[in-house]
Nanobody, 121 residues
């Protein structure tokens, strides 16, 4: 089936930067919107940013001006550039994609396994 594999997480000091990547592999007809979510300890998973297949983006208020989502459709990959990181950005970050399967072209929602981002003060 379809898999999303994330990379790029790690530990960084406040004010630093990290870039997350998420590559889709497997059999699919096309990938629609892609997104990044995050889940901090003891909190619910929240939407961070989304990007359509055409490149339109949307961000959570908490990351506007600091994070940038982008995608390379030729590589079936979505990125999240995170700048000016704060301790409150510490979370497990998950990649999400809306995928159309090969015939009969069913819509599937696919999640990555998550990558940990830790920001120290």
């Amino acid at each position: 089936q379809v898999q999303l594999v994330e990379s790029g997480g790690g530990s960084v000091q406040a004010g630093g930067s990290l870039r997350l990547s998420c590559a889709a592999s497997g059999r699919f007809f096309e990938i629609n919107a892609m997104a990044w979510y995050r889940q901090a300890p003891g909190k619910q998973r929240e939407l961070v940013a989304t990007i359509t297949s055409g490149g339109s983006t949307n961000y959570a208020d908490s990351v506007k001006g600091r994070f940038t989502i982008s995608r390379d459709n030729t590589k079936n990959t979505v990125y999240l550039q995170m700048n000016s990181l704060k301790p409150e950005d510490t979370a497990v970050y998950y990649c999400n994609a809306g995928v159309i399967s090969p015939y009969p072209y069913r819509y599937l929602e696919v999640w990555g396994q998550g990558t940990l981002v830790t920001v120290s003060s």
